[in-house]
């Protein structure tokens, strides 16, 4: 399994930028997907998740009310939606994948089984 995720760039506070990750190698229907990003000289952060059927999902509280997470399982595709941006938004993003239909795969990074490089997001005030 390989995730590729694009859509990062620089933006300016108070803009958006929608991210998407595409998995490829694996029946995307049996992952769930999550989001995660690391800022400069920060720890890891779970972002937001989805289950496999896209009903079920789970938010950082500093994604709540800015951040979607959606998928596209036609297109073997996750997205990430993120509104009104700020600067300490600014960190690379990184999507990751968790075997296991029918569960919404949390936000404990280390549960889950693939994860790709990630893109970029860079917030300028």
């Known amino acids: 399994v390989q995730l590729q995720a694009s859509g990062g760039g620089l933006v300016q506070a108070g803009g958006s930028l929608r991210l998407s990750c595409v998995l490829s190698?694996?029946?995307?229907?049996?992952?769930?997907m999550g989001w995660f990003r690391q800022a400069p000289e920060k720890e890891r952060e779970f972002v937001a998740a989805?289950?496999?059927?896209?009903?079920?999902?789970s938010y950082a509280d500093f994604a709540k009310g800015r951040f979607t997470i959606s998928r596209d399982n036609a297109k073997e595709t996750v997205h990430l939606q993120m509104n009104r941006l700020k600067p300490e938004d600014t960190a690379v993003y990184l999507c990751?994948?968790?075997y296991g239909p029918g569960t919404e795969p949390g936000s404990t990074f280390r549960n889950y089984d693939y994860s790709g490089q990630g893109t970029l997001v860079t917030v300028s005030s």
């Open positions: 190698g694996g029946p995307f229907t049996t992952y769930g």
């Open positions: 989805i289950d496999w059927s896209g009903g079920d999902t």
């Open positions: 990751a994948a968790r």
